[in-house]
C-alpha cells in the first residue's frame, strides 16, 4: 500500500543522493588519501589516531571526491569499496525518481530477501577493502 | 499411534499433525506409515498408482516463513536461534561502534528490524526476539553516539574541541 510515508522516502532519497555528490564535487580531495571530510568541520578518524592504523571508512570521502571527477583510479586506491558506495549513490537517483513516478514503495525492495544478501555482500566487500587499505597502509604509509 | 518426527529438523510432532510446530515442514506425507520416510530417504518408494493419497486436513499456511538454508535448528524443540539478519547485524553494531558508524549502522537496523518484523509476524517462531531487539538497539545507540561525538567536536555542548 503506497503512502505519504513511501513518498517521503523516496523524496529523501533523492534529496540525499543529490546533496552527497553535490558535496563532494564541492570538497577537494586530500593528497594524502584520507582527511578530506575535515573540510566539512568533522572531526578527524579517532580509530586512526588511537590506533595509527585506517578504519574501513578511512578515505570514503576522498574516494567520492576523485570519483565525482571522474579519477576511477586514484578513488579506487583512497577506499575501494568507496566506488560501489558511488555507484549506488548514484543508482539512488534513478531508483527513487522510479519509486516516486511509479508510486511503488521502497519496502517492496527492503522487504524482499535479496536485499539482505546485498547487504551480506557489501559487507563482505567492505571489511575486503579495509584488509586493502591496511595492505596499502603497511607498505606504502598511507 | 507413534509421534512424527519432522524429516528437516528431527522435532517430534503429534500423530496426524499436517505440519511441524518447529520449522513448518509439511507432514502430511508422514501421516500413512509408522515409520517417519520421507522422499529424500534412500528406502523410500513411490506409492502404487491405486493407493489412495492421505488427505491433508488444512491447505498449507502461504505466508510460511521456513528457516533460510544452514540455518542449525536446536535439537531441543522450541529453543530458540539467531537469525543470520540478526547475526549480521550484531556484528555492523560493533562496527558502527567503533569506527564506522553510520556505515554499518543503518544497514544493521535494516536487518535487526527485518527479524524483529518476522517474529511479530509470527512467520518466524524459531528465532530469538532478544537477540533481535539487543542488535536494533545497539545500531540506534551507535548511531547516536556518532552524533553525540561530532555535536562534542563542534563544541555545541559546551566542552571545547577535543
Not at chain 2, 539467531?82 to 549480521?88: E, S
Not at chain 2, 556484528?91 to 567503533?98: E, M, R, T
Not at chain 2, 527485518?114 to 539487543?134: N, Q, S, T, V, Y
Not at chain 2, 562534542?152 to 566542552?159: E, T
Given at each position: 500500500m503506497y503512502d505519504r510515508t513511501d513518498k517521503l522516502v523516496a523524496i529523501g532519497l533523492l534529496v540525499s543522493a543529490c546533496t552527497i555528490l553535490a558535496v563532494a564535487g564541492w570538497l577537494k580531495p586530500a593528497a594524502c588519501g584520507y582527511g578530506t571530510h575535515t573540510q566539512l568541520g568533522l572531526p578527524p578518524c579517532s580509530f586512526l589516531r588511537w590506533t595509527h592504523l585506517p578504519c574501513p571508512s578511512c578515505g570514503l570521502t576522498t574516494c567520492f571526491a576523485w570519483a565525482i571527477r571522474l579519477h576511477l583510479w586514484k578513488a579506487f586506491l583512497a577506499n575501494p569499496f568507496g566506488i560501489l558506495a558511488f555507484l549506488g549513490t548514484v543508482s539512488l537517483i534513478p531508483v527513487s525518481i522510479f519509486l516516486l513516478t511509479r508510486h511503488i514503495s521502497f519496502r517492496t525492495i527492503t522487504e524482499s530477501v535479496h536485499f539482505s544478501k546485498a547487504i551480506y555482500a557489501a559487507t563482505a566487500l567492505y571489511l575486503l577493502s579495509w584488509i586493502f587499505k591496511l595492505a596499502a597502509f603497511q607498505f606504502v604509509g598511507h | 499411534m507413534n509421534d512424527v518426527r519432522c524429516p528437516r529438523c528431527g522435532g517430534t510432532n503429534p500423530p496426524n499433525s499436517a505440519f511441524c510446530g518447529i520449522c513448518g515442514t509439511p507432514l502430511a506425507a508422514q501421516q500413512s506409515g509408522a515409520s517417519a520416510d520421507s522422499p529424500s530417504s534412500p528406502g523410500w518408494q513411490q506409492p502404487a498408482a491405486n493407493q489412495a493419497e492421505p488427505p491433508i486436513p488444512y491447505p498449507p499456511p502461504t505466508n510460511a516463513y521456513p528457516p533460510p538454508a544452514g540455518v542449525f535448528l536446536p535439537p531441543v524443540p522450541g529453543a530458540?536461534?539467531?537469525?543470520?539478519?540478526?547475526?549480521?547485524?550484531?556484528?555492523?553494531?560493533?562496527?558502527?561502534?567503533?569506527?564506522?558508524?553510520?556505515?554499518?549502522?543503518?544497514?544493521?537496523?535494516?536487518?535487526?528490524?527485518?527479524?524483529?518484523?518476522?517474529?511479530?509476524?509470527?512467520?518466524?517462531?524459531?528465532?530469538?526476539?532478544?537477540?533481535?531487539?539487543?542488535?536494533?538497539?545497539?545500531?540506534?545507540?551507535?548511531?547516536?553516539?556518532?552524533?553525540?561525538?561530532?555535536?562534542?567536536?563542534?563544541?555545541?555542548?559546551?566542552?571545547?574541541?577535543?
Open positions: - | 530458540k536461534v539467531v537469525g543470520d539478519n540478526t547475526k549480521w547485524a550484531v556484528g555492523l553494531g560493533i562496527g558502527a561502534l567503533f569506527c564506522c558508524g553510520p556505515l554499518t549502522g543503518v544497514p544493521g537496523i535494516f536487518l535487526a528490524k527485518k527479524d524483529m518484523d518476522e517474529i511479530a509476524a509470527g512467520r518466524a517462531p524459531h528465532l530469538d526476539e532478544g537477540w533481535a531487539k539487543g542488535a536494533y538497539y545497539l545500531n540506534i545507540i551507535a548511531l547516536v553516539l556518532f552524533v553525540l561525538g561530532i555535536c562534542l567536536f563542534w563544541g555545541r555542548l559546551g566542552l571545547g574541541r577535543f
